[in-house]
C-alpha cells in the first residue's frame, strides 16, 4: 500500500519520494536550486500566476530530506541569518523624525523590487529588528516606508500564514477543509519596523490602515490570487498589540507556546497574541461568518 503524506502545502507519495531520489541519483553535481528547479518542471508545480514555486519547492526537499526520505547534496553555502549579515555589514544610522503624523504626510509606502531596495530592506530588519531577517520563504510582499521628504521610516514583510491555528481556525469558522482551501488567502505580517530614531504619534496604526488598503491588489498582481485575510503573531512579554488594537485587527486568542517539535522537558515558545484583520468583502469568499472574536 502506498504511504501518502502532506509535505509543504502538497501531498507526496512514496513514488514521488522515488522520483526524487531518481533525480538526485541521476544528477550528482545538481546543487539543491537545480534540483527543485526540475520537480518544479516534472510536476507542473506553479502559483496561481503561472510562476514556479521554486522557494516551496526547496522547503519541501529540505522537509523529506531532514526526515532521512532523501539525501540532498550538502547546501553550496550556509543560510545567511542576521546576526552573521549584522557582523559584516555596519550599523545605518538615521536623523531622528519627531514631527506630528498630519506634517510627515502623506505617507508612501513602496514595494521591495530592485537589488538596492532589497539590501536596504534587509539591513533594517537585521539592525533594528529584534527577530533579525534570514530572507522570505513562499509568497511575500516587503514594503519599505518613507515620509512626504522621503525620509525613511520603516518596513513591513507579509508573508505565508501559520499552517494550523486553533483558536484562529475557530474565528473563521473554518473546518479542516475550509482551511485548505482558504489557507492561501491569508498573509501574517511577519514583520513590522519603526526605525528607533521616529517617534511620532500614530504612526503605527496609519501605516496598518494604509497597508491594508492596497496588500490584496499587490499580492493579485505578484502571485495572480487576492488576499482575504491579515494575520499576525505579538510576543506578549513583549509587546500589547495596541498599534493593531488601534487599526482595527482583532484579537482572537493566543498562541499555547507549543511548536511542532516540542517535546517535554523542552523550552516553549514565547505565548503571542493572534490578531486578524478581515479585508472587506473578500473575507467573505473564505468564511460565511463574521469574524468572532
Not at 216 to 239: M, R
Not at 251 to 261: A, H, P, Q, S, W
Request: net charge positive.
Amino acid at each position: 500500500m502506498e504511504v501518502s503524506r502532506r509535505v509543504q502545502g502538497r501531498t507526496v507519495t512514496d513514488n514521488d519520494i522515488k522520483t526524487i531520489q531518481s533525480i538526485i541519483a541521476s544528477h550528482p553535481k545538481w546543487h539543491r536550486t537545480r534540483i527543485s528547479q526540475e520537480l518544479c518542471h516534472l510536476w507542473d508545480w506553479r502559483n496561481d500566476a503561472g510562476r514556479p514555486k521554486d522557494i516551496a519547492a526547496r522547503a519541501l526537499l529540505r522537509k523529506l530530506d531532514k526526515e532521512n526520505l532523501i539525501d540532498l547534496p550538502a547546501p553550496v553555502k550556509s543560510a545567511n541569518n542576521a546576526y552573521r549579515y549584522r557582523s559584516k555589514h555596519e550599523k545605518p544610522e538615521y536623523q531622528p523624525i519627531t514631527e506630528r503624523l498630519a506634517v510627515i504626510r502623506p505617507i508612501q509606502i513602496r514595494q521591495v523590487e530592485t537589488q538596492a531596495q532589497a539590501q536596504l530592506f534587509r539591513s533594517l530588519l537585521s539592525h533594528f529588528h529584534y527577530l533579525g531577517y534570514s530572507g522570505p520563504v513562499g509568497e511575500n510582499l516587503r514594503y519599505l516606508v518613507y515620509d512626504c521628504q522621503d525620509r525613511l521610516l520603516g518596513c513591513l514583510l507579509f508573508g505565508a500564514p501559520a499552517w494550523r491555528v486553533a483558536c484562529r481556525d475557530r474565528s473563521i469558522g473554518w473546518d479542516e477543509e475550509d482551511r485548505k482551501k482558504g489557507l492561501s488567502r491569508i498573509a501574517n505580517n511577519m514583520r513590522f519596523l519603526i526605525l528607533p530614531e521616529v517617534t511620532v504619534p500614530h504612526l503605527a496604526s496609519h501605516l496598518l490602515a494604509k497597508i491594508s488598503r492596497r496588500v490584496s491588489a499587490d499580492w493579485q498582481d505578484k502571485y495572480g490570487h487576492p488576499i482575504a485575510l491579515l494575520e499576525t503573531y505579538v510576543e506578549n512579554n513583549k509587546f500589547q498589540g495596541t498599534c493593531y488594537k488601534a487599526a482595527n485587527w482583532v484579537k482572537v486568542g493566543e498562541t499555547t507556546g507549543l511548536t511542532r517539535n516540542y517535546r517535554a522537558g523542552k523550552p516553549k515558545a514565547p505565548i503571542k497574541s493572534i490578531w486578524l484583520y478581515p479585508l472587506g468583502s473578500l473575507y467573505h469568499t473564505i468564511s460565511s461568518k463574521g469574524l468572532q472574536a
